[in-house]
């Protein structure tokens, strides 16, 4: 009997999808120079889109290249060179694997060392253990709004005339769209700010602009916190108002994740996905729209029973860079076991201040072996990754940071 993971999947965009398995987007940073897609992200994407993989989602597209999350980032914007964006999505439009770019843009969350000053929804400073890693931001005016808007609709444009088939709206882990749905994060007293409906309209006409431009048949989906884990942010409850109303307004497809550079839950080398899989499954009762629950699966019997929960998508990201092709093994073997190193510093204390960088800088580096034709290296000693990262981007890259 064949299992629900492998079966395909039809968005109301048209675009059907092999099986249940999502590649969850993972931050490359492997831009050339000119912040376009680089001979490594081709190399990387094109041993991806030679396994099954249901949809590949790139690592965080800015959409303003003066506003990155960290340096390497590709950008998308009116500068970026639209030939090389469109060699990226042939690779996987050849294979029959669409790649969907994430698009985001950093707000405050942005290092000191990028030099330009962030910009947020209110000037509102990162607190905890981050705080010396970046800049107090400074509140937009209504005019930045708006055009931090058009950025985004204009990386989504400017996707599709390169070939893509679809975006992620990237609503989560603390970044800009995340920072006007918060309250801890939007305490504006305009239109943006103040009710959810308010702190929401950032979001909603962004895909609504956007929608507008790209038409019915090219996928927009959405990844969004379940709750932020801070106090004061953003809830669980307007985590289902947010899904119900994108929903309605026609979004393709939502992923769950949770979290932020605050709190970085989603970047732990031991990650457990388990409570954003009983998010995602309450969602899933509240709404037509395929929702995908992303983080901490290892096993056969866990992917296939969050499946078999009602959510039609599993997220996967780092067992993808150790096992490119898993989906083909999973299907061979019910009983395979993912297993993902355990790394350290051997120094208790520095590993639960430095937990996520040493996942986040092992991984980087693990998929630039990838993209150099290399199998990915098992190890346990974070000392050589943790080094490289600071050799690339300086001591404040010890602070948390994304992977996914």
């Known amino acids: 009997m064949t299992s629900k993971l492998f079966e395909a999947l039809k968005l109301r965009s048209g675009i059907e999808l092999r099986n249940r398995f999502f590649k969850s987007a993972m931050s490359e940073t492997l831009a050339d120079k000119n912040m376009n897609p680089s001979n490594e992200i081709y190399n990387l994407y094109s041993q991806w889109s030679s396994e099954r993989i249901g949809v590949l989602i790139s690592g965080n597209v800015m959409v303003d290249r003066r506003y990155l999350g960290e340096p390497g980032n590709i950008v998308l914007d009116e500068k970026s060179d639209i030939n090389a964006f469109r060699k990226w999505s042939a690779i996987g439009n050849n294979k029959n694997t669409p790649i969907w770019l994430q698009l985001n843009h950093p707000g405050k969350q942005m290092y000191k060392t990028i030099k330009e000053q962030p910009i947020a929804p209110s000037a509102i400073a990162i607190q905890g253990g981050s705080t010396k890693a970046f800049q107090l931001p400074r509140e937009m005016t209504r005019y930045e709004v708006d055009e931090a808007i058009n950025k985004f609709v204009i990386a989504g444009i400017r996707a599709k005339e390169a070939g893509f ?3 992620q709206l990237h609503a989560a882990h603390g970044y800009l769209i995340n920072q006007f749905l918060s309250p801890a994060d939007n305490q504006r007293k305009d239109e943006f700010g103040g009710t959810l409906e308010n702190r929401m309209r950032f979001l909603v006409e962004i895909y609504n602009r956007l929608r507008r431009e790209v038409g019915d048949d090219f996928t927009i989906a959405l990844k969004l916190n379940a709750l932020d884990f801070k106090e004061g942010g953003f809830t669980f409850d307007e985590c289902k108002e947010v899904v119900r109303v994108m929903s309605e307004l026609g979004v393709d497809l939502i992923e769950i994740s949770g979290g932020n550079y605050e709190v970085p839950v989603f970047g732990g080398e031991h990650e457990n996905g388990a409570s954003f899989a009983s998010y995602a499954t309450v969602l899933t009762e509240i709404t037509d729209t395929p929702i995908v629950s992303t983080g901490g699966f290892r096993t056969r019997k866990e992917v296939e029973n969050v499946i078999h929960s009602g959510v039609s998508m599993v997220g996967l990201a780092r067992p993808f860079v150790l096992y490119p092709d898993l989906v083909r093994r999973l299907e061979n073997n019910d009983n395979l076991a993912i297993k993902t190193p355990r790394l350290s510093t051997k120094i208790d204390k520095l590993d ?33 990754y943790l080094i490289s990262t600071i050799k690339a981007h300086g001591i404040s890259a010890l602070k948390p940071r994304r992977n996914k």
């Open 352 to 384: 639960k201040v430095l937990g996520p960088i040493i996942g986040v800088s092992y991984y980087e580096a693990q998929m630039k072996r990838l993209a150099n034709n290399k199998i990915s290296k098992p190890s346990r000693n974070a000392w050589p």
């Open 165 to 167: 088939t679809g975006v």
